[in-house]
Nanobody, 118 residues
């Protein structure tokens, strides 16, 4: 059974940094999954924040470009989201998704809350 668990969220002042982790269990080959970070603020739709493909390509939403980076450690079955220069507008529940490349199966974590105070 595949399970994704996010961690690293918390309360931080504007301008601060956090590193989120998304650890997967029940997955044999982490390198066969595209990995994504999403966020959802109260009263808003969920939005894609960052993408890391199996080939190592990354993509970021405009609102985080230059401030967030995504990386993974396949040996640890973990994907990270480094968030710098945080703004109050970044306050949201951050969730990860892994999608297997050969069959499209996706798995979601429960999310970790990030709150940025002004």
């Amino acid at each position: 059974q595949v399970r994704l668990v996010e961690s690293g969220g918390g309360l931080v002042q504007a301008g601060g940094s956090l590193r989120l982790s998304c650890a997967a269990s029940g997955i044999t080959f982490s390198s066969l999954y595209h990995k994504y970070w999403y966020r959802q603020a109260p009263g808003k739709q969920r939005e894609l924040v960052a993408t890391l493909t199996t080939g190592g390509s990354t993509n970021f939403a405009e609102f985080v470009k230059g401030r967030f980076t995504i990386s993974s450690d396949n040996a640890k079955n973990t994907v990270y989201l480094q968030m710098d220069s945080l703004e109050p507008e970044d306050t949201a529940l951050y969730s990860c998704r892994w999608t297997r490349i050969n069959n499209g199966l996706s798995y979601w974590g429960q999310g970790t809350q990030v709150t940025v105070s002004s």
